[in-house]
């Protein structure tokens, strides 16, 4: 026997010593989380709930923390669906004090379930327009909006000496045939934006005739984001052979080479998300709450929003960094549904939006 | 008495930890789906169970499953082999490879397969991309490490004395591998076995990405019905009957794994060079290879392009600051994040698994005793077998008041990943430490070793090298970990694949090439993590 297999059973304690020394999550990270108790006894923090994509530029959130006084706790995860869900499971004894990234496909559902407590921010310029309908309480404020449109990466089309397609109906046309990529609206969030602007532009009893024609014409399905536009994109990091993909208004603004953006969005197919912020019903600190809520709607944010989200800030009064004044058209009348019927039909419609894709 | 007092107390710890992580988030997330508006209700959980659709779902999962398993461990047996019974230069350096893509991000994979197997792909031609086949390859892919090193430690360790004996005795080499190998090997393939098939039907992002819409299995079923329409009855009864189909697995595994006579001899030889009998083994190697290359490479390759010149750009984005609006935070942040959640991980795991091995592989004395412990066993391994966003909801649902209000604690993520790696860590540690010969327990206490004295001398010895085998799993599953994670991490600090899958989440040929380099300074990290871990052992290699 030799003198390593008396020291092995040290091997927790050795562990131990490692979490103890920082090589370990335990014994820190939480300190940022402590309550410094103000004056006036009231909680110290002020705790934001939101989904993953969420950032802010650390100087801007020190920003808050000095004005306010307060500490900013920031909890991200999941998708806008997730966080949906999270606060209604967590009803009456919420994960925090406010909550960010809810959007119009799933606003419905939370204030059913009465989530949230009534708070009427001051809107800034332009931010009326996007009000959630049917919020008349104004539990909810708008903060952010980006709209799903039709990419096509204009080169190709150049190339190939064929105009690019306008509508959604020349999406079905037997000139595109075989070049549309969108991921799937049962699995992906765009996807499900898209079939609402067919829902919307088709009617509730047309949509299906719509994609019935459309997936006769070829178009593939891919179950994210980025499997279409990566992969099946001719723009994209794969650079795979459809050059007609499901994206974003502000995508245009990321495919700028010499001063040229290769892509172009279609603005008469978009479906437009607008992400709100609201306090939580029961928070524990209601007052700090809604100057976190203010804050959102501040121009500094509302100015940070393009390159820290990838969203266009509600305020119309804020100047977009230049490649997205340039690039990023956002569409003047998208396609829209009331989001009380989005909740309400949800589930029959991606059932029956399955039972056509996959006939 | 003693005995089972003895058996509690062991018990305790792992059992109280399960408690409170796993039954409890995940009863309390179920018993939401049998309750509708303040009802006890059910038939509507029943109902579901009837639909077509979830026939459909289940039948896939089954045999998509079952095809990947299979396959699994048709090509790990021969790898297992030679990359543990043969010696030559860079063996361990092909095992820490082999084990990279368990912490690859699903995402990432699905992108690097698709770039290989999609219409303008080099492999387009196959017709391959939103297959069945596909996915069964990207389960593979996953998953045959799993075999490799499970059954490659407890190959190691084996006594290759008897089959030397069948082969003087005129055996050929396939009758000695069926007679005497396999019978010997048995315990740890079946339970190679058992977490690959676990792992296979509970797969997510392979799944989603690889089987383009057409497919289905219970575990995307779940997530769908859950974070989508909220559907909690049928997702209720989705995760019902996935508890039920894993209890079935494990009492049929349990059976196949009980050998006749479980001693097991311990190898003390240093393995020989490869021969040219060993073909089978070089064919499985060279094939594995291939499968594990070939996205590798197109990652690789992917991450090194800019634009359309080679470039480094993407590594240097990683850590600059001129692009840092992309990033949550930058990725080396991120790496320390994983890295120090990957060593709680461990830790959490290999103790609570060492703990619940000594449990489920002391020698029984009633028949009472025997199932108590057979139960024990089942209990750790259900974790595997629940939905990520069952766990993790459930977690929100139940961990929200005193004195168990952890839903804000930076433990949960580690301890959720710690639950994710117990399974494999406790199957890699049973084969071995159930093959001691109990004698050898009953001679050390007789020449006055007390219980610890006799596991420090006896059980650990015999376990160092599983024991390095599960510690390099479980330090994997916590890197690569995304589905509990996701749900769990918070934005301070997250991990590099939430970083990950917040860049190929974005337009932007930059994000894309940053995700690709990340995934490689995470597969990279993985691979020189596990070569450490492997080499850990050698002092040892030659004192048993």
């Not at chain 1, 595109?176 to 009893?205: H, R």
């Not at chain 2, 996701?486 to 994000?511: C, K, Q, W």
Request: aromatic share 8%.
């Amino acid at each position: 026997m030799r003198p390593i297999h008396a020291l092995a059973p040290l091997a927790p304690l050795v562990a131990l010593a490692l979490a103890a020394t920082g090589c370990s999550t335990i014994g820190n990270g939480s300190s940022g989380d402590e309550s410094t108790a103000s004056p006036g006894g009231e909680p110290g923090r002020v705790v934001l709930v939101t989904h993953e994509s969420f950032s802010l530029p650390k100087p801007l959130i020190k920003q808050f923390e000095q004005q306010s006084g307060y500490d900013l706790v920031v909890r991200a995860s999941g998708d806008a669906g997730i966080l949906t869900n999270k606060l209604v499971l967590t009803k009456g004894d919420p994960l925090g004090d406010v909550a960010f990234g809810i959007d119009n496909t799933f606003a419905s559902r939370a204030l059913d379930e009465g989530v949230f407590a009534p708070y009427d921010a001051p809107l800034p310029d332009g931010a009326d327009q996007y009000r959630l309908p049917g919020d008349d309480e104004h539990d909810l404020t708008p903060i952010d909006n980006a709209s799903v449109c039709v990419n096509v990466d204009d080169t190709w089309f150049a190339d190939h000496h064929l105009a690019p397609p306008k509508t959604l109906d020349d999406l079905a046309a037997p000139e595109y045939q075989g070049l549309f990529v969108t991921p799937g609206a049962a699995t992906s969030s765009p996807g499900l934006a898209f079939l609402l602007s067919t829902i919307a532009a088709y009617g509730e009893d047309g949509w299906q005739d719509y994609w019935a024609r459309l997936m006769e014409n070829g178009t593939k399905l891919t179950a994210g984001w980025s499997d279409a536009y990566e992969v099946d994109f001719t723009q994209g990091g794969g650079q795979g052979d459809r050059p007609i993909v499901l994206s974003y208004d502000s995508s245009p603004a990321f495919t700028v080479a010499d001063g040229e953006s290769s892509t172009s969005a279609l603005l008469d197919t978009c479906f437009r998300q607008v992400e709100y912020a609201g306090v939580l019903d029961g928070a524990a600190n209601p007052a700090g709450a809604e100057q976190l809520v203010d804050f959102l709607l501040s121009p500094e944010v509302q100015a940070a929003l393009p390159e820290s989200m990838y969203v266009f800030p509600v305020d119309s009064s804020v100047q977009l960094p230049k490649e997205w004044a340039r690039f990023a058209k956002q569409p003047s009348d998208p396609f829209s549904v009331d989001p009380a019927s989005i909740d309400e039909h949800r589930d029959e419609w991606l059932r029956e939006w399955t039972d056509v894709t996959s006939r | 008495m003693r005995r089972s007092l003895e058996l509690v107390g062991l018990a305790a710890l792992p059992l109280a930890v399960l408690g409170v992580f796993f039954l409890l988030p995940v009863s309390g997330m179920v018993s939401e789906g049998f309750v509708t508006d303040g009802r006890f209700d059910p038939g509507g959980v029943l109902e579901v169970l009837g639909r077509p659709r979830v026939h459909r779902v289940l039948w896939f999962t089954v045999w998509s499953s079952t095809v990947a398993t299979l396959l699994a461990v048709l090509l790990g047996l021969p790898v297992a082999h030679l990359l543990h019974r043969r010696r030559f230069w860079g063996r361990r350096a092909l095992r820490s490879l082999l084990l990279v893509p368990f912490v690859l991000p699903t995402v990432v994979v699905g992108v690097a397969f698709r770039e290989l197997i999609g219409e303008a792909g080099p492999l387009g031609f196959l017709g391959l991309d939103g297959s069945a086949v596909a996915i069964v390859a990207g389960l593979v892919f996953f998953n045959v490490a799993v075999v490799i090193r499970a059954v490659g430690a407890a190959w190691e360790s084996l006594d290759p004395r008897p089959a030397e004996a069948a082969a003087a005795l005129g055996a050929g080499p396939a009758h000695v591998f069926r007679t005497v190998t396999l019978p010997a090997l048995r315990p740890a393939i079946v339970s190679a076995a058992s977490v690959v098939f676990l792992f296979c039907a509970t797969a997510f992002g392979v799944v989603l990405t690889l089987g383009g819409l057409r497919y289905s299995s219970v575990e995307t079923e779940i997530y769908l019905l859950t974070t989508n329409l909220l559907d909690l009855q049928a997702a209720a009864a989705l995760s019902i009957l996935q508890l039920l189909a894993i209890t079935a697995l494990l009492v049929v595994t349990g059976r196949l794994r009980a050998v006749p006579d479980p001693a097991l001899a311990r190898s003390t030889r240093r393995p020989p060079r490869p021969a040219p009998g060993d073909w089978p083994g070089l064919v499985a190697t060279g094939l594995v290879l291939l499968l594990v290359g070939a996205p590798v490479a197109a990652l690789v390759a992917g991450s090194l392009r800019v634009g359309d010149a080679w470039s480094l750009g993407n590594y240097r984005a990683l850590t600059g600051e001129g692009t840092q609006h992309a990033l949550l935070a930058s990725a080396t942040d991120a790496l320390v994040t994983s890295l120090r959640t990957a060593v709680d991980a461990t830790w959490m795991s290999l103790s609570l698994g060492v703990l619940v091995t000594v449990v489920v592989t002391r020698r029984s004395r009633t028949r009472g005793e025997r199932r108590a412990r057979g139960l024990l066993d089942g209990l750790f391994m259900l974790p595997l077998g629940v939905s990520a966003v069952t766990l993790g909801f459930g977690f929100l649902i139940t961990l929200d008041r005193p004195p168990l209000d952890l839903r804000d604690s930076p433990l949960l993520v580690p301890i959720a990943q710690a639950l994710v790696a117990l399974p494999l860590v406790v199957r890699t540690l049973v084969p071995v430490l159930g093959g001691i010969d109990d004698r050898q327990r009953q001679a050390a206490a007789s020449l006055g070793a007390g219980p610890l004295r006799t596991f420090a001398t006896v059980d650990l010895p015999a376990m160092w090298r599983p024991l390095t085998a599960a510690a390099g799993f479980a330090f994997a599953v916590s890197l690569g970990e995304f589905g509990a994670t996701s749900f769990l991490a918070r934005e301070d600090h997250p991990t590099l694949p939430i970083v990950i899958y917040h860049l190929i989440g974005h337009p932007g040929a930059m994000n894309y090439g940053m995700a690709l380099a990340a995934s490689v300074v995470l597969a990279t990290t993985t691979a020189l993590v596990m070569l450490a871990v492997d080499r850990l052992r050698v002092p040892s290699v030659g004192a048993f």
